[in-house]
């Protein structure tokens, strides 16, 4: 029953992360039979953000600028600057409130099983733009996965080496938690990052 332009929308839909074969067929289904109007707005929603979005020039993030609203906030804190993996992660450090400083977003992270070198996630750029006089601390937040700490412990290595400081996100114990239901690992973290 499918055809050959159901089975590209399908196929195209599985691109999306956690989205398999079932997720992707039960959206295209969706899509043409209940909501047609949807799905119009959602192909000219990508197509002007394919044409409108690009990285700002100084973070890298995502903007329609050539510089993010973000790095011309004269309220920032220029001497401080948090390194991320994603646009996602940054919107996640926003919306705590409590960081007032400039952000760099790899657009990725290391890893060397899927051949994800340096060049790939763009560290030149981030160490131009570190040695501009301004930032004198880098905080590294990067994931807590494997690639995420091999990330870390690469770029802090390379950090300190221009004599910038560099500091790493906590871990610990959630707030509001039980020891007895926190995984062993991050007990042991904490307990090894306690102050």
Known sequence: MATRALDELVEALRRLPGVGPKSAARMAYHLLQHDRDGAQRLSQALQAA??????????NTFTEDEVCDTCRDPQRDASLLCVVETPADQAAIERTGSYRGLYFVLQGKLSPL???????????????????????????ATN????????????????????????????????????????????????????
């Open 114 to 140: 899927d051949g994800v070198g340096p060049r790939d996630i763009g560290l030149s750029k981030l160490y131009q733009r570190v040695t501009d006089g301004q930032v004198r601390e880098v905080i590294l």
């Open 144 to 195: 807590f996965t494997a690639e995420g700490e091999a990330t870390a412990h690469v770029l802090g290595e390379a950090l300190k080496a221009r004599h910038l400081m560099v500091t790493r996100l906590a871990r610990g114990v959630p707030a509001g938690s039980e020891l007895e239901y926190v995984d062993l690992g991050t007990i042991a973290h904490a307990l090894v990052d306690r102050r």
């Open 50 to 59: 394919i044409g409108a979005v690009r990285h700002c020039r100084r973070c």
